[in-house]
């Protein structure tokens, strides 16, 4: 059984940092994507950032140029690192991730990770 486990979430001030991780664990043949979205209160899941085994990344225009999303294929972790976060930025973080397993490809979802940015 492959699952995914987010960590790294928590209250920051306006202007602060934070770093998820989320691993597939389990039987994982290979990695194809990971990827993050966030959920507001009364708004639709939204993708943030996602990126591909080869490198290639993909960012909301929220979040360019302050969230960094990079992947270790070793450890089966994806990372998100984000910076100068404003409450706007407050949600659910959900990581996500394309892969195989001894079954066949899955499409995976995490628990979620809370992220609030206030003052």
């Known amino acids: 059984q492959v699952y995914l486990a987010e960590s790294g979430g928590g209250l920051v001030q306006p202007g602060g940092s934070l770093r998820l991780s989320c691993v597939a664990s389990?039987?994982?043949?290979?990695?194809?994507?990971m990827g993050w979205y966030r959920q507001a209160p009364g708004l639709q899941r939204e993708l943030v950032a996602r990126?591909?085994?080869?490198?290639?990344?993909t960012y909301a225009n929220t979040v360019k140029g302050r969230f960094t999303i990079s992947m270790d294929n070793a450890k089966n972790t994806v990372y998100l690192d984000m910076d100068s976060l404003t409450p706007a930025d407050t949600a659910i973080y959900y990581c996500?991730?394309?892969?195989?397993?001894?079954?066949?490809?899955?499409?995976?979802w995490g628990q979620g990770t809370q992220v609030t940015v206030s003052s």
């Open positions: 996500d991730a394309d892969l195989y397993d001894d079954v066949g490809y899955k499409h995976l």
């Open positions: 389990g039987n994982v043949f290979s990695l194809n994507a």
């Open positions: 990126i591909r085994s080869v490198g290639d990344t």
